[in-house]
């Protein structure tokens, strides 16, 4: 069994995508060719926004914008510890100071009355000025962002939507990618929508933030490529990644209702899952369950192993109490949401491909001591 099965859906492609990998061959295109441009405009049509800017990865689409808006030394990002290290690590990055906001025990996402306190406290502290505020889409399901808005127009602040694993997700029927001022994915190959290496975008309806980001992922240059214009990166999307996200794309709906069925069916059996809110559809990019202890994790780890059931553990360690963020003085129990996930949740096979009869011998593997 596999936690994530790319083969099956690899068969589903491969004609396709060798004519596709076959014309990159023979036009020479590597970087930045037809195919990059092909796959933006369908990625903005399919979210609904203006602008969607392909890049080389889900961290430097969260980058990308905080350097186009000046964020460094001095200034506030408020994020949840619950989650993959490069959120915090892009604010760190940049000399800012990522504040860790605790997140609900339901949903997972960051809480929006810890959110609002925590940047009246900063503000009250006087020590850093707040500019942003980076929600995360956990495990595919959408933050709150109609509530995390208000905040953010309050405090006059900016929001990058986080939706490394929510592609594809949507609150209400309005699709991810139009959340916030900006929203930044993923195409790792373990996401929904995954190329076959690196790559990510970012999606906004602002005309000069996407001109902004165009020009930093190609060292800050715009109109001549030998004179940067800016401090950027090389942070572009190789035609290659992009014509196996075009295929994918192709089927990205229809495996999006299997993962949906995948879900539904695990369910039906596990009740200790993350909560979905009436109105918000996940894109489930994980199926994660919540245990008593890290101890009980622990021996149905060992367990499901036993029977060649693969689990992953998302996230073990909270970054606030991670040995590189040790310097921001955050200490156990800080955050104990976050905390008590971290030592008690665990991930098991995801993806569209898991048949009932696959689903069943998990549940049983689990219910069975």
Not at 183 to 207: E, H, M, R, V
Request: glycine fraction near 8%.
């Amino acid at each position: 069994m596999e936690f994530l099965d790319l083969k099956t859906q690899q068969k589903r492609i491969r004609k396709p995508l060798e004519k596709r990998l076959n014309t990159i061959l023979d036009h020479g295109a590597y970087i930045m060719g037809p195919e990059v441009f092909e796959l933006e405009e369908k990625l903005a049509d399919y979210c609904g926004v203006k602008h969607a800017i392909s890049c080389s990865s889900g961290t430097d689409a969260l980058l990308i914008p905080l350097m186009a808006w000046g964020i460094g030394p001095g200034d506030a990002v408020f994020t949840t510890p619950f989650t993959y290290v490069a959120t915090a690590e892009v604010i760190s990055i940049l000399g800012a100071t990522p504040v860790f906001v605790d997140v609900y025990e339901s949903t997972f996402n960051i809480d929006c009355e810890k959110l609002e306190s925590s940047i009246n406290k900063v503000i009250k502290e006087g020590k850093l000025k707040p500019k942003a505020i980076i929600p995360v889409d956990l495990f595919g399901l959408p933050a709150r962002y109609r509530l995390i808005d208000q905040i953010a127009k309050k405090y006059n602040l900016k929001v990058i939507e986080d939706a490394a694993q929510s592609f594809g997700g949507s609150i209400r029927d309005k699709t991810v990618g139009v959340f916030g001022d900006v929203a930044a994915t993923s195409f790792y190959p373990a996401k929904p929508l995954g190329c076959y290496g690196d790559g990510g975008a970012i999606f906004t309806n602002d005309d000069h933030l996407a001109e902004e980001c165009k020009a930093i992922r190609i060292h800050g240059t715009k109109k001549d490529k030998y004179n940067s214009e800016m401090i950027g990166l090389n942070g572009r999307l190789d035609s290659i990644q992009a014509a196996v996200l075009l295929e994918k794309l192709s089927i990205f709906d229809d495996e999006l209702k299997m993962r949906n069925e995948v879900n539904s069916y695990y369910r039906k059996y596990l009740n200790n899952a993350q909560h979905h809110p009436k109105g918000y559809q996940s894109a489930h990019a994980l199926f994660s369950i919540v245990l008593g202890s890290n101890n009980i994790r622990e021996n149905l780890i060992e367990r499901l192993s036993q029977k060649k059931i693969p689990t992953v553990i998302y996230y073990k360690f909270p970054i606030h109490l991670m040995k590189a963020f040790q310097c921001l003085g955050y200490q156990k129990g800080s955050l104990p949401i976050s905390e008590n996930l971290s030592y008690s949740i665990v991930s098991l096979p995801m993806h569209p491909y898991l048949t009932g009869a696959d689903i069943d011998f998990i549940v049983d593997a689990i219910k069975t001591k």
